[in-house]
Nanobody, 118 residues
Framework: QLQASGGGLVQAGGSLRLSCAASEFGTYAMGWYRQAPGKQLELVAGISSGGSANYADSVKGRYTISEDRAKNMIYLQMTSLKPEDTAVYYC????????????????WGQGTQVTVFS
């Protein structure tokens, strides 16, 4: 099970660091996803087992994904936050479970809420 943490309420321009813990990641590529109210789940950052990272255009230059596989932890450093970054953030494998961009019960752990106010 994947457990995201570190969310909170932050003023625009601020920063947050999210953490994701799992029993093990193995050789899976991992991603941080987010879902804003009324919107579809969106992949914002991914990292391969070799450490290569990719980002959605909307967060490029502001977010940094990192990992510590020895500790089975994935992180997302978020800076210069904007109100449009407000969402529930999840971590999971990349591609997502069942290859679907839906938070399917049993395949996604608890997300963490990030709320950015202006």
């Amino acid at each position: 099970q994947l457990q995201a943490s570190g969310g909170g309420l932050v003023q625009a321009g601020g920063s947050l660091r999210l953490s994701c813990a799992a029993s093990e990641f193995g050789t899976y590529a991992m991603g941080w996803y987010r879902q804003a109210p009324g919107k579809q789940l969106e992949l914002v950052a991914g990292i391969s087992s070799g450490g290569s990272a990719n980002y959605a255009d909307s967060v490029k230059g502001r977010y940094t994904i990192s990992e510590d596989r020895a500790k089975n932890m994935i992180y997302l450093q978020m800076t210069s936050l904007k109100p449009e970054d407000t969402a529930v953030y999840y971590c999971n494998t990349l591609p997502p479970p069942l290859a679907t961009m839906d938070v399917v019960t049993g395949y996604w752990g608890q997300g963490t809420q990030v709320t950015v106010f202006s």
